[in-house]
């Protein structure tokens, strides 16, 4: 089973972070896989500062785990909330990150991906939660 993680940070002008990587199209909440003797709140913490320069200043909350049937039979994703937090610099694209930002929920870019789209419904609109990504 592969195990990944994705946190949904909003800031106080409700606001979400979203990034885009370099070698996938869209946008998504930021997050990626957990590796081997991490918990799962440090791998969110991990991909939160590689992929956006965000330091988390208390727990998230876990909001849903979610079958990720699209790429694998065997993938799980673990969605949390991250309430409190801080960001260190702005994000300069690299290699891996052409983009990370803050984008209004009514302006999400035309590319964000269904997937991020649902998970924001979901957490945001009390829409009914799926057990898919």
Do not use: Q
């Not at 590796?35 to 988390?56: F, I, M, P, Q, Y």
């Not at 039979?73 to 309430?83: E, F, G, S």
């Amino acid at each position: 089973m592969t195990l990944g993680v994705r946190g949904l940070v909003l800031d106080d002008r409700r606001r979400v972070l979203l990034v885009r990587h370099t070698y996938v199209d869209g946008f998504y909440l930021p997050g990626g896989g957990v590796e081997s003797g991490e918990t799962l709140v440090d791998a969110l913490k991990r991909e939160l500062h590689e992929e956006a320069n965000v330091l988390l200043e208390e727990p998230p909350e876990l909001f849903g785990m979610y079958f990720n049937r699209r790429f694998s039979v065997r993938d799980h994703v673990a969605l949390y909330l991250a309430r409190s937090y801080r960001v260190t610099a702005p994000r300069a694209p690299d290699r891996e990150i052409a983009e990370a930002g803050f984008f209004a929920l009514d302006a999400l870019p035309a590319d964000t991906t269904v997937g991020t789209r649902a998970r924001l419904a979901e957490a945001l609109e009390k829409a009914p939660i799926s057990p898919y990504w």
